[in-house]
């Protein structure tokens, strides 16, 4: 398994390793080798400078014991400079010279043959001799090629030491990476705390940032689930205590209409508990489910969701209606679309009047569709349109029907739809419009 994690996410270390250590081995090898025939040719060039010196210097010598012997010369005279580097001095006029210099005697560097040895000789002329300075190419090759290589091979040397600097040097500044991780890694899931950014590489910082971003999100979203675990956890003592004295109550009836009376509260509190848990599981189900792209027939919903509320419409005597501009599909999951419907017709129905109208109203715009509750009820204030969308929470004086979580789940699968609710006044300052818009994606 860490093999196929390794070949599908290649180490940023190890490439960095690689190339820059490629790099620098690519770079010395080319000034190696440049370096290499530079002083490759500088060594013959010193060489043929010696040979020049020795030249000059030793025909001005040869010349002063000539002068000193009276004038007098032999025919060829034969002197070995040094050894080791094979270096040979002749001295000989013009007439006297060996066979293998004679086509070539005019002042300076000449590489000629000797006895099929190939040879570097320079010459220089006085007026009464002439003096060649031999030394055989092959010790020059040797001699400039021992000297380019040692120049060279302390470099070649390097270049390991160099390729574990860059080792060092990549591991050191990918260190702040490795870091942020273990601190990540050693974080609370309950708990999430940001990243410090101190000693972090610049480079880094907005990836940092995304993350501390994230972590915060995560943080608030925690402390909104506790929040709301909390607050349904009061919600649900509440009936639940009361079901349990109700039950008790019943228990202690002594008469049958004693007991029907009592049986009415107990089945009361039996649906308001049944009501409120039906809307924590659907506020669960909204968060958890994922956001499907299916066409919905978004007025079949309507019609349906109106049908089934209509009696008790009629029992309150609310004019309930429908206006729809004809077929409108729209993509998304149908649950969430139901939910809106559903707990925008609710809000309606609770707060409108008796002998009010409540009305669904559909119509594209904006390249989607446009949802609209509308209610002539009280109203809501402007500094409550917001807040009513809080978990359990009831506008202060409210003496409506519910548990507080319908208009939080109607937010909440809005928000699954990538779409916008929100809360207006109505016609004329009356009433509340329930607003659901969704632009296609």
């Known amino acids: 398994m860490d093999g196929r994690k390794t070949a599908v996410n290649p180490s940023l270390q190890r490439r960095l390793t690689v190339m820059l250590a490629g790099m620098i081995v690519a770079v010395a090898l080319i000034s190696g080798v440049a370096s290499f025939f530079f002083l490759y040719d500088e060594a013959r060039d010193f060489q043929d400078e010696m040979l020049r010196q020795i030249a000059m210097f030793q025909s001005r010598g040869a010349a002063d014991s000539v002068a000193a012997q009276g004038g007098v010369q032999p025919p060829l005279m034969l002197t070995a400079v040094d050894p080791e580097e094979r270096i040979r001095i002749l001295h000989f006029r013009r007439e006297s010279a060996p066979a293998w210099l004679r086509g070539s005697l005019s002042p300076g560097f000449h590489t000629l043959r000797e006895k099929g040895a190939p040879v570097r000789v320079f010459i220089a002329r006085r007026p009464s001799m002439m003096t060649a300075v031999v030394q055989p190419t092959e010790i020059r090759d040797e001699l400039a090629l021992a000297s380019a290589l040692h120049a060279l091979v302390p470099a070649l040397l390097m270049l390991p030491v160099m390729a574990l600097l860059v080792m060092l040097i990549v591991r050191s500044a990918l260190r702040p990476v490795t870091t942020l991780a273990r601190q990540l890694d050693q974080q609370q899931a309950d708990q999430p705390v940001q990243l410090p950014g101190r000693g972090v590489?610049?480079?880094?910082?907005?990836?940092?940032?995304?993350?501390?971003?994230?972590?915060?999100?995560?943080?608030?979203?925690?402390?909104?689930?506790?929040?709301?675990?909390?607050?349904?956890?009061?919600?649900?003592?509440?009936?639940?205590?009361?079901?349990?004295?109700?039950?008790?109550?019943?228990?202690?009836?002594?008469?049958?209409?004693?007991?029907?009376?009592?049986?009415?509260?107990?089945?009361?509190?039996?649906?308001?508990?049944?009501?409120?848990?039906?809307?924590?599981?659907?506020?669960?189900?909204?968060?958890?489910?994922?956001?499907?792209?299916?066409?919905?027939?978004?007025?079949?919903?309507?019609?349906?969701?109106?049908?089934?509320?209509?009696?008790?419409?009629?029992?309150?005597?609310?004019?309930?209606?429908?206006?729809?501009?004809?077929?409108?599909?729209?993509?998304?999951?149908?649950?969430?679309?139901?939910?809106?419907?559903?707990?925008?017709?609710?809000?309606?129905?609770?707060?409108?009047?008796?002998?009010?109208?409540?009305?669904?109203?559909?119509?594209?715009?904006?390249?989607?569709?446009?949802?609209?509750?509308?209610?002539?009820?009280?109203?809501?204030?402007?500094?409550?349109?917001?807040?009513?969308?809080?978990?359990?929470?009831?506008?202060?004086?409210?003496?409506?029907?519910?548990?507080?979580?319908?208009?939080?789940?109607?937010?909440?699968?809005?928000?699954?739809?990538?779409?916008?609710?929100?809360?207006?006044?109505?016609?004329?300052?009356?009433?509340?419009?329930?607003?659901?818009?969704?632009?296609?994606?």
Not at 263 to 270: D, E, F, N, T
Request: charge should be neutral; hydrophobic fraction near 40%; glycine fraction near 10%.
């Open 201 to 441: 590489p610049a480079e880094i910082m907005p990836f940092m940032h995304s993350i501390n971003r994230l972590l915060g999100r995560i943080s608030t979203l925690i402390g909104q689930q506790r929040r709301f675990i909390a607050d349904a956890a009061h919600e649900l003592r509440s009936p639940l205590t009361a079901l349990s004295l109700q039950a008790e109550n019943l228990r202690q009836a002594s008469t049958a209409d004693e007991m029907r009376a009592r049986l009415a509260p107990l089945q009361a509190g039996i649906e308001r508990a049944r009501q409120l848990t039906e809307q924590l599981l659907n506020l669960a189900r909204v968060q958890a489910q994922p956001s499907g792209a299916l066409p919905v027939d978004l007025p079949a919903l309507a019609r349906e969701l109106i049908a089934g509320y209509l009696p008790l419409a009629e029992a309150r005597g609310i004019d309930l209606g429908l206006e729809e501009s004809g077929r409108m599909a729209v993509a998304g999951n149908q649950e969430a679309f139901y939910l809106i419907l559903k707990n925008g017709l609710e809000n309606a129905l609770n707060h409108a009047p008796r002998g009010g109208r409540v009305t669904v109203r559909l119509a594209a715009g904006d390249g989607g569709a446009v949802v609209e509750v509308i209610d002539d009820g009280p109203g809501i204030p402007e500094s409550e349109r917001e807040r009513v969308f809080d978990p359990f929470y009831r506008s202060p004086g409210s003496d409506r029907p519910g548990s507080g979580l319908g208009l939080t789940i109607a937010r909440e699968a809005s928000t699954a739809l990538g779409g916008e609710l929100r809360l207006l006044p109505g016609p004329d300052g009356r009433g509340t419009v329930f607003r659901f818009r969704q632009s296609n994606r």
